[in-house]
């Protein structure tokens, strides 16, 4: 069993990049080859939570015999009424937004506040 921090989450790095879903479907994928390889080649079965089920499921459309099954809980971006087609490798992000919140001295700030175990909980009981 594996548990993985995805890039900018948990104890990985946060550098100043675009943490895209082409990013975090890469590192999946990636770290899929790495698992593969000490297992003999054998497909995986694969368990996402909310937003990273985005990330999963993309990783499973693009190389299906990486996986053996795959599991998305809470999925996120399933249940919207109306649709995003933007062009390819697009998000919704708002760079100015992103500016606003990556300045000190609140972005540290921030980040504590949204990473304190109180609001980890909340969120993990609402899966």
Do not use: C, Q
Request: charged residues 25%; hydrophobic residues 45%.
């Amino acid at each position: 069993m594996y548990a993985i921090d995805l890039p900018g989450y948990g104890a990985s790095d946060r550098p100043a990049r675009a943490y895209t879903p082409r990013l975090m479907t890469d590192a999946i994928l990636a770290l899929i080859e790495v698992m593969r390889a000490r297992h003999l080649g054998r497909s995986i079965d694969a368990v996402a939570v909310s937003l990273s089920s985005e990330y999963l499921a993309r990783a499973a459309v693009e190389h299906p015999p990486s996986f053996r099954t795959v599991s998305l809980v809470s999925a996120t971006g399933l249940n919207r009424i109306k649709r995003f087609d933007g062009p390819p490798g697009s998000t919704r992000g708002k760079s100015w937004l992103l500016e606003l919140l990556g300045r000190a001295p609140w972005s540290e700030a921030l980040f504590r506040l949204l990473t304190r175990r109180a609001v980890i909980r909340f969120f993990l009981e609402k899966t």
